[in-house]
């Protein structure tokens, strides 16, 4: 992590604060034993506003001796994201300047210290890291240390750490260049993550996925040169183990479209289709540092869709590994084509549950917008699970059905099912229907259509636009998993 927290029990005064930058979070509006109220007092009667605004839009001032404020309210009533909204802004203008030090002052009722403890340097840590950058001259985040008052927590905020750990793995991923995360250089550093963290590691390359019969995968794959696309397998596997859960990511490194071709504005962006494999990855490092007693097996789809002779077409006919045939409808839905065979794999092994991250469908970002995104299960308890555990985490997540009627619309006249429709419509649940026609042993499955992974200006804890959306809610799912 390279940042140091220090925790210190005693209240923060004007003179015990050492640093340039600091955070001042309230738990009421009312109080007024706090360093620098006389400042933000003034700052407030000058803006015509009262202490009650701050828990609406958080204030920051530059005090008289040079050091930069910010003062936010965040009460009982507030759930996480607001919360992690609220601290984000609150935030934003001490994190620009770079500051060595960065002090985050608790004040307030004493219930809520702790929750306000841990969302801020979650916050806090999140919004320090480095991200690629190929700037010239690029900002570096050089804060060494986050120095807590007011509270003094046991775990040392070991939850927070691991989250955020997981989270910027992620966003490293996902933010780097098509022609610096081609499949080959992935697959080379998902290895070196697993001799890092020991994790047993497997792939299924195009030359084993061919004589295995995984048709569905290796249509997509074979449209590339070189033909480097693989099924990647991770297993985490502690001492003791209680749950079996499979993590499953599509890994589409760039997305063309294939022969249908998407145009220049949709295309853009598209290296970030490899996120719900980082997602995938973020989770699984997230739950090693935090040692949960789940094996954890993580299967990643590693691809990319590529137009040229050999890739696959319109009305191409493909047999999948278990052996249903699909029609190619439109080659653009390359991502549930990768993900049939990566998802009879991980079924094939009976885990207790399975869950797949993948920015799957436009669809889901009509319904959704980029602040939301959605699940799809073959069981309604999990996807109420998940609605709690995107509440509880500060990822919002909105359930969407499964009906099977909706798969009448997959019907083929010549193969068993369809891969999409040209209508559109609810792809979000089209694409859950067909995939879950590739599960075998009747697995419960919860299917993650990430459509909030990149949001302009930030979403939640994160103020950088790939906010690594789904590696706090796939850890809450984890832990709710094992209270059951």
């Given at each position: 992590?390279?940042?140091?927290?220090?925790?210190k029990?005693?209240?923060?005064?004007?003179?015990?604060?050492?640093?340039?930058h600091?955070?001042c979070?309230?738990?009421?509006?009312?109080?007024?034993?706090?360093?620098?109220?006389?400042?933000?007092?003034?700052k407030?009667?000058?803006?015509h506003?009262?202490?009650?605004?701050?828990s609406?839009?958080p204030?920051?001032?530059?005090?008289?001796?040079?050091r930069?404020l910010?003062?936010?309210v965040?009460?009982?009533k507030?759930?996480?994201f607001?919360?992690?909204?609220?601290?984000?802004?609150?935030?934003k203008?001490?994190i620009?300047?770079n500051?060595?030090?960065?002090?985050?002052?608790?004040?307030?009722?004493?219930?809520?210290k702790?929750?306000?403890?841990?969302?801020?340097v979650y916050?806090?840590l999140?919004?320090?890291q480095?991200?690629?950058?190929?700037?010239?001259?690029?900002t570096?985040?050089?804060?060494?240390?986050?120095?807590?008052?007011?509270?003094e927590l046991?775990d040392?905020?070991?939850?927070?750490?691991?989250?955020?750990?997981g989270?910027?793995l992620t966003?490293e991923?996902?933010m780097?260049?098509?022609?610096e995360?081609?499949?080959?250089?992935?697959?080379?550093?998902?290895?070196?993550?697993?001799?890092s963290?020991?994790?047993?590691?497997?792939?299924?390359d195009?030359?084993k996925?061919?004589?295995?019969?995984?048709?569905?995968f290796v249509?997509?794959?074979?449209?590339?040169?070189?033909?480097?696309?693989a099924?990647?397998?991770?297993?985490?596997?502690?001492k003791?183990?209680?749950?079996?859960?499979?993590?499953i990511g599509?890994g589409?490194?760039?997305?063309t479209?294939?022969?249908?071709?998407?145009?220049?504005?949709?295309?853009?962006?598209?290296?970030?289709?490899m996120?719900?494999?980082?997602?995938s990855l973020?989770?699984?490092?997230?739950?090693?540092l935090l040692?949960?007693p789940?094996k954890?097996?993580?299967?990643?789809?590693?691809a990319?869709?590529?137009?040229?002779?050999k890739?696959?077409?319109?009305?191409?006919?493909?047999?999948s590994?278990?052996?249903?045939?699909?029609?190619?409808?439109?080659?653009?839905a390359?991502?549930?084509m990768?993900?049939?065979?990566?998802?009879?794999?991980?079924s094939?092994?009976k885990p207790?549950?399975?869950?797949?991250?993948?920015t799957?469908?436009?669809?889901?970002?009509?319904?959704?917008?980029?602040?939301?995104s959605?699940?799809?299960?073959?069981?309604?308890?999990?996807?109420?699970?998940?609605?709690?555990?995107?509440?509880?985490?500060g990822?919002?997540?909105?359930?969407f059905?499964?009906?099977?009627?909706?798969?009448?619309?997959?019907?083929?006249?010549?193969?068993?099912?369809?891969?999409?429709?040209l209508?559109?419509?609810?792809?979000?649940?089209?694409?859950?229907?067909?995939?879950?026609r590739f599960?075998?042993?009747?697995?419960?499955?919860?299917?993650?259509?990430?459509?909030?992974?990149n949001?302009?200006?930030?979403?939640?804890?994160?103020?950088s636009?790939?906010?690594?959306?789904?590696?706090?809610?796939?850890?809450?799912?984890?832990?709710?998993?094992?209270?059951?």
């Open positions: 992590m390279g940042i140091q927290i220090l925790q029990r005693g209240v923060a005064t004007e003179k015990n604060i050492k640093g340039t600091l955070l979070v309230l738990s009421d509006a009312t109080s007024k034993t706090f360093p620098f109220v006389k400042e933000l007092d003034r407030l009667k000058r803006a506003k009262k202490m009650g605004s701050l609406k839009e204030v920051t001032i530059e005090a008289q001796d040079g930069l910010s003062f936010v965040l009460d009982q507030m759930n996480t607001q919360r992690h909204t609220l601290l984000r802004k609150a935030l203008s001490l620009a300047e500051p060595e030090v960065l002090n985050i002052a608790l004040f307030g009722d004493e219930d809520l702790e929750i306000n403890a841990r969302a801020a916050v806090a999140m919004n320090s480095r991200l690629p950058s190929y700037k010239k001259e690029s570096k985040k050089n804060i060494k240390s986050i120095e807590v008052f007011g509270i046991k040392k905020f070991a939850h927070e750490i691991a989250i955020v750990t989270n910027t966003r991923l996902t780097l260049p098509p022609n995360l081609t499949p080959s250089i992935y697959r080379t550093k998902i290895k070196s993550l697993a001799k963290y020991g994790w047993k590691f497997e792939e299924f195009m030359a996925l061919k004589k295995m019969g995984a048709g569905a249509a997509v794959g074979q449209g590339s040169e070189p033909q480097d696309a099924i990647v397998h991770l297993t985490y596997k502690p003791q183990i209680k749950k079996n859960i499979a993590v599509k589409i490194c760039f997305d479209g294939g022969h249908n071709l998407k145009p220049a504005r949709y295309m853009h962006g598209m290296h970030e289709d996120n719900g494999s980082a997602v973020g989770i699984l490092l997230s739950a090693t040692k949960l789940i954890i097996d993580c299967w990643l789809a590693v990319q869709n590529h137009i040229g002779p890739a696959y077409k319109q009305n191409d006919v493909v047999k590994l278990n052996g249903t045939s699909i029609e190619i409808i439109h080659t653009d390359e991502g549930r990768v993900l049939a065979d990566t998802l009879t794999l991980a094939r092994l207790d549950m399975m869950i797949d991250f993948a799957l469908t436009g669809s889901m970002a009509t319904a959704l917008g980029d602040r939301y959605g699940v799809i299960s073959n069981r309604p308890e999990l996807s109420c699970l998940a609605v709690g555990a995107g509440s509880d985490a990822e919002r997540i909105a359930a059905p499964f009906d099977e009627d909706y798969e009448e619309d997959l019907e083929s006249g010549i193969a068993d099912i369809k891969q999409c429709t209508e559109g419509g609810a792809d979000h649940i089209h694409a859950a229907r067909f995939l879950n599960i075998e042993n009747n697995v419960p499955w919860l299917h993650t259509d990430l459509s909030s992974s949001r302009k200006g930030g979403l939640g804890a994160a103020l636009e790939v906010n690594g959306f789904g590696v706090g809610f796939g850890i809450q799912v984890l832990k709710k998993v094992l209270q059951k």
